[in-house]
């Protein structure tokens, strides 16, 4: 269950149609949510299996250093951030915007 957030920060960049935010909790915790998981411009025929985003979770945790749990298809979980979390969070998924948006104009 979700804490109660004392900070909320918008996150710009990855989905024009829903962009991701993080809650900060009294505690320090942070929940990362996302409109659309996977985000509204995957593929439309991964909307029921995630496909390349099943292992999102992992990829992030790796990118930020810490620990996430995926909690549900749009929340993740992070409870011992570092004081650069958020940033970090943020360059990862730009990176992965990027990195996708490469691979798509590719093919």
Do not use: H
């Amino acid at each position: 269950m979700m804490e109660e957030a004392v900070e909320e920060i918008c996150l710009q960049g990855f989905d024009p149609y829903g962009e991701p935010v993080v809650r900060r909790t009294a505690a320090g915790r942070l929940w990362l949510g996302f409109e659309f998981m996977p985000p509204s411009w995957a593929d439309d025929s991964i909307r029921v299996d995630l496909g390349p985003w099943d292992d999102f979770d992992r990829r992030l945790a790796d990118a930020i250093e810490v620990p996430v749990v995926w909690e549900d298809r749009e929340w993740f979980y992070i409870d011992n951030p570092r004081p650069d979390t958020v940033q970090a969070i943020q360059d990862f998924l730009l990176v992965v915007r990027k990195d996708l948006d490469s691979n798509s104009s590719a093919e």
